[in-house]
């Protein structure tokens, strides 16, 4: 029996469903509604042992929309439990709210994928009038059917499920998976948060201690609001267990209130690095200028951190937060011989749109890994400061392919005509199919004759690469037509 998730990957089923629709009109359905017979058709077709024509009927039926609701609706009392579990699919994806009440109604299949396609359903739907018995379903003695309708009652958002989704993780098959998918203890905590209820936080915070749904639990306490929540964790944050010390650092990043900053500051000093982590990312989070004057320095300091990943985190979030100070501290970290600490520096520095930041990351081109002068070169793409086009042109022979054509694609984004020779230039040398496209997009966006002179004997060079030649024929229709080519034009 077809999955939830199997079922939107068959693209080649459309034909198949088409030919038996041709069919099924040939043989005397001439009289009646084409859309009507279309859809009758396809009801048919979706208790098909064959997984391509009953899930491709399946894709067809709710592309169709309202016209197939009320049929679908009749589905759910089919024979067959395939028609009856993808009719409960269809009708969620399709979004007709009168299919309510019938899908209520089939939550007491006989068969659980039909139950379970039906309460998702209903969450699809947002029918809170199926939230009592959507509860009630949570006794269903198959897992996977409690995960489904745990996940609808987390899209129905009604704190009536507070309680039993609290009820719920106590389940001695919460922490099973199946085929692979996330539990009904992680399902459950999430929906928690969806609630935004109040009478969730206690049992959420006792979950921080846990390994497996403690950053889960995290996230879900980031959207309860409520004071009763942050003094809560403040005491937390003295536990004995790192976890627990982790997760709270992880709560107060989500709740992001400016009282936070001094508790998170002071965290930067735990004794365990995962506690460090999180506090140096967290701190990211806060960029009004009264919380950057208290972020800025302990940050700084935390670039010194004897753990590689609380530098790393400190480093990313002193770009966040734009630290002027900073700027050359991460210019420092660009040499560093980790790739992590290294990459994340760059990115930093990428988000300050200021000369000074232009200035490290040219600097730093010369690098002797390849991959870091690439994530260079589309750093200072998103600087956007003109005064790398010098140095990015001698890129363009650079001996590695990716930094050729990261340097292609930078100097057509960066706008200034002087590097049109270069690249037609380079275009003479250039035997890489990918890098040549890249070349002859920069050209396309740069314009003006030389680019436009280039761009016409490439299209018409019947040895060029065929993706090529046509980058080139794209970029020249458009100049030619006095538009404007960007990097969206060619898709």
Same mark, same amino acid.
């Given at each position: 029996?077809?999955?939830?998730?199997?079922?939107?990957?068959? #693209?080649?089923?459309?034909?198949?469903?088409?030919?038996?629709?041709?069919?099924?009109?040939?043989?005397?359905?001439?009289?009646?509604?084409?859309?009507?017979?279309?859809?009758?058709?396809?009801?048919?077709?979706?208790?098909?042992?064959?997984?391509?024509?009953?899930?491709?009927?399946?894709?067809?039926?709710?592309?169709? $929309?309202?016209?197939?609701?009320?049929?679908?609706?009749?589905?759910? #009392?089919?024979? !067959?439990?395939?028609?009856?579990?993808? *009719?409960?699919?269809?009708?969620? %994806?399709?979004?007709?709210?009168?299919?309510?009440?019938?899908?209520?109604?089939?939550? @007491?299949?006989?068969?659980?994928?039909?139950?379970?396609?039906?309460?998702?359903?209903?969450?699809?739907?947002?029918?809170?009038?199926?939230?009592?018995?959507?509860?009630?379903?949570?006794?269903?003695?198959?897992?996977?059917?409690?995960?489904?309708?745990?996940?609808?009652?987390?899209?129905?958002?009604?704190?009536?499920?507070?309680?039993?989704?609290?009820?719920?993780?106590?389940?001695?098959?919460?922490?099973?998976?199946?085929?692979? !998918?996330?539990?009904?203890?992680?399902?459950?905590?999430?929906?928690? $948060?969806?609630?935004?209820?109040?009478?969730?936080? &206690?049992?959420?915070?006792?979950?921080?201690?846990? @390994?497996?749904?403690?950053?889960?639990?995290?996230?879900?306490?980031?959207?309860? #609001? $409520?004071?009763?929540?942050?003094?809560?964790? %403040?005491?937390?944050?003295?536990?004995?267990?790192?976890?627990?010390?982790?997760?709270?650092?992880?709560?107060?990043?989500?709740?992001?209130?400016?009282?936070?900053?001094?508790?998170?500051?002071?965290?930067?000093?735990?004794?365990?690095?995962?506690?460090?982590?999180?506090?140096?990312?967290?701190? +990211?989070?806060?960029?009004?200028?009264?919380?950057?004057?208290?972020?800025?320095?302990?940050?700084?300091?935390?670039?010194? &951190?004897?753990?590689?990943?609380?530098?790393?985190?400190?480093?990313?979030?002193?770009?966040?937060?734009?630290?002027?100070?900073?700027?050359?501290?991460?210019?420092?970290?660009?040499?560093?011989? !980790?790739?992590?600490?290294?990459?994340?520096?760059?990115?930093?520095?990428?988000?300050?749109?200021?000369?000074?930041? *232009?200035?490290?990351?040219?600097?730093?081109?010369?690098?002797?890994?390849?991959?870091?002068?690439?994530?260079?070169?589309?750093?200072?793409?998103?600087? $956007?400061?003109?005064?790398?086009?010098?140095?990015?042109?001698?890129?363009?022979?650079? =001996?590695?392919?990716?930094?050729?054509?990261?340097?292609?694609?930078?100097?057509?984004?960066?706008?200034?005509?002087?590097?049109?020779?270069?690249?037609?230039?380079?275009?003479?040398?250039?035997?890489?199919?990918?890098?040549?496209?890249?070349?002859?997009?920069?050209?396309?966006?740069?314009? +003006?004759?030389?680019?436009? !002179?280039?761009?016409?004997?490439?299209?018409?060079?019947?040895?060029?690469?065929?993706?090529?030649?046509?980058?080139? =024929?794209?970029?020249?229709?458009?100049?030619?037509?006095?538009?404007?080519?960007?990097?969206?034009?060619?898709?």
């Amino acid at each position: 029996m077809i999955k939830r998730y199997e079922l939107f990957s068959f #693209k080649s089923a459309k034909l198949l469903v088409l030919m038996f629709l041709l069919f099924g009109i040939c043989a005397g359905c001439f009289e009646k509604d084409p859309v009507e017979a279309r859809v009758n058709t396809l009801i048919q077709g979706l208790g098909d042992e064959d997984e391509r024509v009953s899930s491709g009927s399946a894709n067809e039926l709710w592309a169709i $929309g309202e016209p197939a609701v009320d049929p679908l609706i009749k589905a759910l #009392k089919d024979d !067959n439990p395939q028609v009856r579990s993808l *009719a409960a699919q269809d009708l969620g %994806i399709i979004g007709d709210k009168k299919a309510t009440n019938s899908l209520i109604t089939a939550l @007491k299949d006989p068969v659980p994928e039909v139950r379970m396609n039906a309460a998702f359903s209903l969450g699809e739907l947002q029918a809170t009038e199926a939230v009592e018995p959507l509860i009630e379903l949570l006794k269903d003695e198959n897992g996977e059917v409690v995960r489904y309708t745990v996940i609808a009652l987390g899209m129905l958002k009604d704190p009536r499920a507070t309680e039993p989704l609290c009820e719920v993780l106590k389940r001695d098959d919460a922490s099973i998976s199946y085929d692979g !998918n996330s539990n009904i203890r992680s399902e459950a905590v999430f929906a928690l $948060g969806d609630t935004g209820d109040p009478r969730a936080v &206690d049992t959420l915070l006792d979950l921080l201690a846990d @390994k497996e749904v403690g950053s889960s639990a995290a996230s879900s306490l980031g959207r309860i #609001k $409520g004071e009763y929540v942050f003094g809560k964790l %403040i005491k937390l944050l003295g536990s004995k267990n790192p976890t627990t010390r982790t997760n709270a650092v992880a709560v107060y990043e989500n709740i992001q209130d400016p009282a936070a900053v001094p508790i998170l500051v002071r965290m930067l000093n735990d004794q365990v690095p995962e506690v460090r982590i999180g506090a140096a990312y967290a701190l +990211g989070h806060f960029n009004e200028s009264e919380e950057i004057a208290q972020t800025e320095q302990p940050l700084i300091h935390s670039l010194e &951190d004897s753990n590689v990943k609380v530098q790393a985190a400190a480093a990313g979030s002193l770009g966040r937060i734009e630290s002027k100070k900073a700027i050359p501290l991460l210019a420092e970290l660009i040499q560093s011989n !980790n790739s992590s600490l290294c990459e994340t520096a760059i990115y930093s520095l990428a988000r300050y749109k200021n000369p000074e930041a *232009a200035d490290a990351l040219i600097a730093a081109l010369g690098n002797e890994n390849w991959h870091i002068r690439m994530e260079i070169v589309y750093s200072l793409r998103e600087v $956007g400061d003109t005064r790398a086009v010098d140095p990015l042109i001698p890129l363009l022979g650079d =001996e590695n392919l990716g930094v050729r054509k990261s340097a292609a694609t930078s100097l057509g984004s960066l706008g200034d005509r002087k590097a049109v020779e270069p690249i037609i230039k380079a275009l003479e040398t250039e035997r890489e199919s990918d890098v040549r496209i890249s070349e002859v997009q920069a050209l396309g966006i740069l314009g +003006g004759p030389e680019a436009i !002179n280039c761009l016409s004997r490439i299209g018409t060079d019947k040895d060029e690469y065929k993706y090529v030649r046509n980058s080139a =024929e794209k970029g020249l229709m458009i100049l030619k037509g006095g538009g404007t080519v960007n990097a969206s034009s060619f898709y």
